[in-house]
């Protein structure tokens, strides 16, 4: 047989010979370095036999960056951190352990809980197995042989997985462990040349929350111990920025276990979210919006009428009110909005209408799914909903995209858009959905913005454009989102009379361009490492008076500062001078003044977050900060 290489050269192989054996053919070098098979994308274990005709690349120790290579890597070194925590801690059950992005895991319930100290030793472990050298045996054996093993073994949860295990079942071993495993892994351990153990965390069996919680140890692998360093020092640097972190330090917002995944904003988080606010509303009129208020709860026949009922019932906090009556608080705003519009008949002279909400809206996410603000229960989008004609999609399309370039603008943002397209539960036929999917791609294509497809990934009623963006711990975050749907509409038995006299379908472009204030200012917060630009400044200025003589004169410049809207605070501890400066700096207050005897209207010694000082006379001030205001960016 005959296996194709990536230079399209063709390698005669015996019947039934492995990757590993195409390897030794190619030459000793590559077979010792090799890690692992990819052919069209997909990857294979080594010891398994390849196929007649089939596309073979080698992935070996010098792919260090490689996603597949660094994947196996880290597979192997789950399965060594099983070997070392089974040795140290006898009666420990294992339940699984895969690699994840950035690194793997392993799940176990011990007998006694471990603490964080315990990873030290853990690791220590698996240096002394590394040093002693691993290597992996693959065979495959019946479901049943599989199971009498595990049970003899006293490991209930690999007797579980057995029992729900599709397909051939393989086991894995290295010195003292076999783990039920599909693999692939390495040949043996001498190409892991780093591994880090990087913390502890409870995890539901199965992800149930009805199940047991076991242990989950995380960890991670590289090719190099310099790979490692330069991992765990970008993972510092972002920790710094993370955005709960921050948001405790600079007073924003916290969260509390009685209302889970939802935000409680403090004064100065909340500064933030009036200036987002402000420029929702602002922006808004200026293109042709209304503001519109619509309920927070409906009956139970809403929701079906809208398709969410079938669609996305689990996600809704549901309140019985009798037998016959159950309410649902929204998440979404657009079935209000479709009663709005179908309050009143529409006449063509009308549309389009373009209704704004920035609501309150709830989703009922998985507590374990909960992250800071950028997965919350409690959501507020910057929501519209525009009401148009066939004729008049693409000119909202092109406005609604200009509005979008300018937001993001603002904050030097630039997310990834993808076209989602028509997923397998979607409402309405194809040829409709050939219709709004071919709208989008057009009105991207004449904007010139750049985008990748999710196929499948649209809403159940309407294709989408989603931007997305990557937070600095390399997660990926949808921001803004623009539907095209023609489903919600009928199903609402929305109609305009055209100038035919006669009743035409109407189209409903959904859209919220920042996403959710919550996420955006999660987002916010660590794109600017909380330093944020001066109109979003929670404090744009803030007042040291030197000592008790001058506390009066900072009050009134306080007075006249706040008058003209701008964000201004005293410090008048007690605490030294140098203290309260150096207090500014870690809240990040754009400017500062130290108010001594030399201060006066016309001369005030302004320093800039940024370190430079100047001399300016209120007046000059005042126009800096106007300034400011006027060329909102960074
Ligand atoms: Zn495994
Ligand atoms: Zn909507």
Same mark, same amino acid.
């Given at each position: 047989m005959k296996v194709v290489l990536p230079d399209s050269t063709e390698l005669e192989l015996p019947d039934g010979?492995?990757?590993?054996?195409?390897?030794?053919?190619?030459?000793?070098?590559?077979?010792?370095?090799?890690?692992? $098979?990819?052919?069209?994308?997909?990857?294979? !274990? @080594?010891?398994?036999?390849?196929?007649?005709?089939?596309?073979?690349?080698?992935?070996?120790?010098?792919?260090?960056?490689?996603? %597949?290579?660094?994947?196996? @890597?880290? =597979?192997?070194?789950?399965?060594?951190?099983?070997?070392?925590?089974?040795?140290?801690?006898?009666?420990?059950?294992?339940?699984?352990?895969?690699? #994840?992005?950035?690194?793997?895991?392993? +799940?176990?319930?011990?007998?006694?809980?471990?603490?964080?100290?315990?990873?030290?030793?853990i690791e220590a472990e698996i240096q002394r197995e590394l040093k002693e050298g691993r290597s992996w045996e693959r065979e495959e054996i019946s479901a049943a042989e599989a199971k009498q093993r595990f049970l003899e073994e006293n490991e209930p949860y690999k007797v579980e997985l057995v029992d729900t295990a599709e397909g051939q079942i393989s086991l894995y071993t290295q010195g003292e462990f076999t783990d039920l495993c599909r693999g692939p892994h390495l040949q043996d351990s001498k190409p892991i040349k780093a591994v880090k153990l990087t913390s502890l965390a409870g995890a539901y069996w199965r992800g149930d929350e009805k199940n047991k919680q076991l242990t989950r140890i995380y960890g991670t692998a590289f090719y190099s111990q310099a790979d490692l360093d330069q991992y765990l020092e970008r993972l510092e640097q972002a920790k710094t920025r993370d955005h709960r972190r921050l948001g405790l330090q600079l007073d924003l917002f916290h969260f509390d276990e009685h209302s889970p995944g939802s935000p409680f904003w403090h004064p100065k988080g909340m500064a933030i979210y009036n200036a987002l606010e402000e420029l929702r509303r602002r922006e808004n009129e200026r293109r042709g919006y209304s503001e519109v208020k619509t309920p927070l709860i409906y009956d139970k026949a809403l929701w079906i009428t809208s398709g969410h009922w079938e669609k996305f019932r689990e996600n809704m906090f549901l309140i019985p009110i009798d037998e016959e009556h159950t309410y649902a608080i929204k998440p979404m705003n657009c079935p209000g909005h479709m009663l709005?519009?179908?309050?009143?008949?529409?006449?063509?002279?009308?549309?389009?209408?373009?209704?704004?909400?920035?609501?309150?809206?709830?989703?009922?996410? *998985?507590?374990?799914?909960? =992250?800071?603000?950028?997965? $919350?229960?409690?959501?507020?989008? %910057? !929501?519209?909903?525009?009401?148009?004609?066939?004729?008049?999609?693409?000119?909202?399309? !092109?406005?609604?995209?200009?509005? @979008?370039?300018?937001?993001?603008?603002?904050?030097?943002?630039?997310?990834?858009?993808?076209?989602?397209?028509?997923? %397998?539960?979607?409402?309405?036929? +194809?040829?409709?959905?050939?219709?709004?999917?071919?709208?989008?791609?057009?009105? *991207?294509?004449?904007?010139e913005i750049d985008y990748f497809v999710g196929e499948g990934e649209g809403s159940f009623y309407g294709p989408k454009i989603d931007l997305h963006m990557t937070d600095v711990l390399g997660r990926s975050w949808q921001l803004g989102t623009i539907q095209?749907?023609?489903? /919600?509409?009928?199903?609402?038995?929305?109609?305009? /009379?055209?100038? +035919?006299?006669?009743?035409?379908? $109407?189209?409903? #472009? =959904?859209?919220?361009?920042?996403?959710?204030?919550?996420?955006? #200012?999660?987002?916010?917060t660590e794109h600017y490492a909380g330093a944020f630009p001066f109109w979003l400044a929670p404090v744009q200025l803030r007042l040291i008076p030197v000592a008790e003589?001058?506390?009066?004169? $900072?009050?009134? *410049?306080?007075?006249? @500062?706040?008058?003209?809207?701008?964000?201004?605070?005293?410090?008048?501890? %007690?605490?030294? *001078?140098?203290?309260?400066?150096? !207090?500014?700096?870690?809240e990040k207050v754009p400017y500062t003044i130290v108010y001594g005897d030399r201060e006066s209207d016309s001369s005030l010694a302004v320093r800039e977050r940024r370190g430079e000082q100047s001399t300016l006379s209120l007046e000059e001030l005042l126009e800096r900060f106007r300034v400011e205001i006027a060329t909102i960016s960074t």
């Open positions: 010979a492995t990757g590993l054996d195409a390897a030794r053919a190619i030459g000793p070098k590559l077979a010792e370095q090799a890690v692992l $098979v990819r052919s069209n994308g997909a990857v294979q !274990d @080594l010891r398994l036999p390849l196929q007649d005709g089939q596309p073979v690349q080698f992935l070996t120790t010098r792919d260090t960056s490689d996603p %597949d290579a660094l994947s196996v @890597l880290r =597979h192997s070194s789950a399965h060594l951190l099983a070997e070392a925590v089974r040795r140290l801690y006898p009666g420990v059950k294992v339940a699984i352990g895969p690699p #994840i992005e950035n690194g793997f895991y392993y +799940d176990f319930e011990f007998p006694e809980p471990i603490r964080e100290d315990d990873l030290e030793k709005l519009f179908g309050s009143a008949l529409r006449s063509y002279r009308d549309l389009p209408i373009r209704y704004a909400e920035a609501a309150p809206l709830h989703r009922n996410e *998985l507590a374990g799914a909960l =992250h800071g603000l950028t997965r $919350v229960r409690y959501v507020t989008q %910057d !929501d519209a909903h525009i009401f148009c004609t066939r004729e008049q999609i693409d000119s909202e399309l !092109d406005g609604t995209l200009d509005y @979008l370039r300018y937001l993001y603008g603002i904050f030097g943002l630039e997310p990834r858009a993808e076209l989602s397209t028509r997923p %397998d539960n979607k409402l309405g036929t +194809d040829e409709e959905w050939d219709f709004t999917e071919g709208e989008l791609v057009r009105a *991207l294509e004449r904007h095209l749907d023609a489903q /919600m509409p009928a199903r609402f038995g929305l109609t305009y /009379m055209g100038a +035919d006299n006669a009743e035409h379908p $109407v189209f409903v #472009i =959904h859209r919220a361009l920042l996403g959710s204030f919550e996420r955006f #200012i999660g987002i916010l003589p001058h506390r009066e004169a $900072v009050h009134e *410049l306080q007075r006249r @500062l706040a008058a003209e809207g701008f964000r201004v605070d005293v410090d008048e501890r %007690d605490d030294t *001078l140098g203290k309260r400066i150096r !207090d500014a700096e870690l």
